[in-house]
């Protein structure tokens, strides 16, 4: 068989695990008791739906008094601002001092300034009140409920209320060793390889097909140290909700292809006794000529050849058993069988 040079997508298959598109654990942003719990665990929830109800009694009552403060510093502002102005008038007719009409005016503005920040009290109070109305903030699927009706929660605390987790899309982080990422690399700067496709397919833990195709997304700039391997994330359509975060996947995709790949059938390639890959070609005056080679993968039933052959070389596939290196051969052209 006469080797040529083609171009040959080279396909991986690597482990992976899914995780969830997008996570927000539900937490109190005030403190009180829980009044009601107004969802159903497991269930899809819509980002602003409300979850729970906390007791709002002392915060309505905040903004009540933050309200009525407001109304008497805008009073006082109001008074302030009245006799500043009566008294501006007077010190132009020089009936008042100056000095007098100056801390009409200082009274004035911080009865104005008064005035403001109880306006910013009672808009702390509203949303203090707000937040007694507990609601998504994103959509998704909603996990358990930690709380029950009558629990005591308080702002900043450390366990959530729920979680709540948006499952389509979903991501697969899927781990390749760095060292391949480097030779791919190096190749691909020696323009050995080009990019192929960003196309993904995934087999489920059953050993199944998953029936979407998902899309590559990025690669991570560092290596983990325990487990020397870069995280590449790709995206997939999940409609009908099959994959869960933490599940086990393979991951297969196609992201670079060999520009000028030599493939040889495998029948063709033996080993000798220290488990190197040899081949048997067609040298001068047909004669057989064994090769040392070095196989990088299997590309279907052939090996994709990294070192050894090269395009225009004769191999033999056919009849080994029966030729010694150096030995005169009569070749017959084989057509392989199409892909």
């Known amino acids: 068989m006469e080797l040529r040079s083609e171009s040959v997508p080279l396909r991986l298959e690597l482990p992976g695990r899914t995780a969830a598109f997008e996570t927000s654990e539900v937490r109190p942003q005030v403190s009180g008791i829980i009044q009601a719990r107004l969802f159903t665990e497991g269930a899809v929830v819509k980002a602003g739906q409300l979850l729970y109800r906390i007791d709002s009694r002392l915060y309505q009552a905040a903004l009540d008094q933050s309200r009525a403060d407001l109304a008497s510093a805008v009073a006082s502002s109001k008074a302030a601002s009245a006799r500043a102005e009566r008294l501006a008038g007077l010190a132009d007719s020089q009936v008042v001092s100056r000095q007098d009409l100056l801390d009409a005016q200082s009274t004035a503005e911080a009865a104005a300034a008064a005035a403001d920040r109880a306006r910013a009290a009672v808009e702390t109070a509203g949303i203090n009140l707000q937040f007694t109305q507990v609601s998504a903030p994103i959509s998704g699927r909603i996990g358990r409920s930690v709380v029950t009706t009558g629990a005591l929660v308080s702002a900043g605390q450390a366990a959530p209320l729920a979680t709540i987790q948006r499952l389509d899309p979903i991501f697969v982080d899927i781990q390749q060793p760095s060292g391949t990422l480097l030779s791919f690399r190096r190749q691909l700067a020696n323009g050995g390889l080009a990019r192929s496709s960003l196309e993904v397919t995934l087999k489920l833990e059953d050993g199944s097909q998953y029936a979407h195709t998902g899309e590559l997304q990025f690669a991570e700039s560092v290596v983990d140290s325990s487990t020397g391997t870069v995280t590449i994330r790709a995206r997939f359509p999940n409609p009908e909700g099959w994959l869960l975060p ?29 488990g190197n890959a040899t081949a048997l ?59």
Not at 287 to 300: C, F, I, K, P, S
């Open 246 to 274: 933490g599940m086990y996947v393979r991951a297969e995709f196609s992201p670079l292809q060999s520009q000028q790949a030599i493939l040889a059938p495998q029948q063709g390639i033996s080993r000798d006794a220290q």
């Open 281 to 339: 070609v067609v040298g001068k005056d047909s004669r057989a000529e064994l090769r040392n080679v070095e196989t990088d993968r299997t590309v279907g039933d052939q090996w994709l050849i990294s070192k050894g052959l090269a395009p225009g070389d004769r191999l033999i596939i056919e009849g080994l058993g029966r030729i010694q290196p150096g030995q005169p051969v009569r070749p017959v052209a084989v057509v392989p069988a199409a892909r």
